[in-house]
Structures are given as C-alpha cells and as structure tokens.
C-alpha cells in the first residue's frame, strides 16, 4: 500500500520561499500524476498543482491563482516529488498535503492516496 | 472554475441514524466527483469514487448518488467511527476544486 509523508518547515519568513517535499514508499512513482493541495485554518481544501513524470523535467500544471508563484519538481530515484511556493505571505498559512493520483491526465485527479499533511505557518 | 458548494456544514447524530451531505456543482461535471473522509493527524480516505463507486474495503453503509451537478454522500447505521470530516471533491476540469467539508460528530 502507498504512504505519502510531506516533510518541511513548519515556519517561514514572510517574503520568503517555502519549499516542500513529499516522499513516497510502497509503490513507485512511474506513471501517476502527484499533486500538491492545502488547506488554510478553518477553510476549504484548495488544489495547488500536479506533476507527471513525462518528458525530461516532468509535465506540470497548476492552479492559476497561484501559477505565477509556484513551482514543483519530481525525483523518482528517490521517490520524492517537490513543491516551492514564493513570496510566502500570511494568506499561504496552511496544512499542506501531497496526493497520487490516476494514470492518465482524465484521472490526474482522481486522489487515491494522501499523506496526512504539514503544518506551515508564514510569520516572522 | 468549477464551484462546489457543500453542506451542511456540521452535522451531530447519533449512532445508528443515517445522513446525506450534499454537493452541488456550479455546472455539468459528469460523474467526476470523489468523496473522502479525514480524521485528526490522519491521511484522508478515499471512501467514493466517480460519484457512486464505493472504493474496495470501504463498508457498504457508505454509498454515493448523483450525476452532473447534484451529488449526495449517504452513510447508513452510522457508527462511532464514522465521526470525521468529509469532503468532495471535483476532478472534471482543473483548477480541481473541493467543497467547503462537513465536519460529522457522533454524540
């Protein structure tokens, strides 16, 4: 069975960049669409991103609200996959969670697996 | 972008009743929707997937209905367990979007 961990800081600056790391065990990375998805206090789940390991450097797509701001990265000898999210600001304190899903980009989010979440807070 | 409008928000009840939450898209998403259960400090669950299929090893007291824009998420007989967050989720068109939750207690 696949576990996803999300790992961190759990604190960063304002202005700053935070970056993310998501490692998988269980199962391998080959294939799947991995996504990055948060949830700020006391508010609804938001949908960050998802990348593919297609092509040299993986086939990304992000959500527009925060596309200018986001990058993420993947490293399948090391079943790891990456988020950094710049220019951090109080509105970006939130629970982080990684997720699998499908094969194909109909499935892309078709979550089956999700890690239980990182807790970043931007203050200074 | 697809808007999901779930509710209600918080639902108390008590073992053995049933209970319907409700997600209403803002158009036509086919059957596109998944529904997840998470508790504290817990990965969430995938318990629904394309509107009314249960995942393998979820117990048939959950179940899914709905197609396009109105979908329900049934849990019968509910258990101690069962308290939990739930969510929908729409996996037709990205930006992916997920409704607000429902936070079920169990009394």
């Known amino acids: 069975q696949v576990h996803l961990q999300e790992s961190g800081p759990g604190l960063v600056k304002p202005s700053e960049t935070l970056s993310l790391t998501c490692t998988v065990s269980?199962?391998?990375?080959?294939?799947?669409?991995w996504s990055w998805i948060r949830q700020p206090p006391g508010k609804g789940l938001e949908w960050i991103g998802y990348?593919?390991?297609?092509?040299?450097?993986?086939?990304?797509k992000y959500n527009p609200s925060l596309e200018s701001r986001v990058a993420m990265s993947m490293d399948t000898s090391k079943n790891q996959f990456s988020l950094k999210l710049y220019s951090m600001t109080a509105a970006d304190t939130a629970m982080y969670y990684c997720?699998?899903?499908?094969?194909?980009?109909?499935?892309?989010?078709?979550?089956?697996?999700w890690g239980q979440g990182t807790l970043v807070t931007v203050s200074s | 972008e697809t808007t999901l409008t779930q509710s209600p928000a918080f639902l108390s009840v008590t073992p053995g009743d049933n209970v319907d939450i409700s997600c209403k898209a803002s158009?036509?998403?086919?059957?596109?929707l998944n529904w997840y259960q998470q508790k504290p400090g817990e990965a969430a669950l995938f318990i629904i997937e394309?509107?009314?299929t249960l995942v393998p090893g979820i117990p048939p007291r959950f179940s899914g209905s709905g197609y396009g824009t109105d979908f329900t998420l049934t849990i019968k007989n509910i258990q101690s367990e069962d308290a939990a967050y739930y969510f929908c989720?729409?996996?037709?068109?990205?930006?992916?979007?997920f409704g607000q939750g429902t936070k079920l207690e169990i009394k």
């Open positions: 997720a699998r899903g499908g094969k194909s980009s109909s499935w892309s989010a078709n979550f089956d697996a």
């Open positions: 269980g199962g391998s990375m080959s294939d799947y669409f």
């Open positions: 990348i593919h390991n297609s092509g040299t450097t993986g086939t990304t």
């Open positions: 158009h036509d998403i086919d059957n596109d």
């Open positions: 394309e509107g009314s």
């Open positions: 989720l729409q996996h037709d068109t990205p930006p992916y979007t």
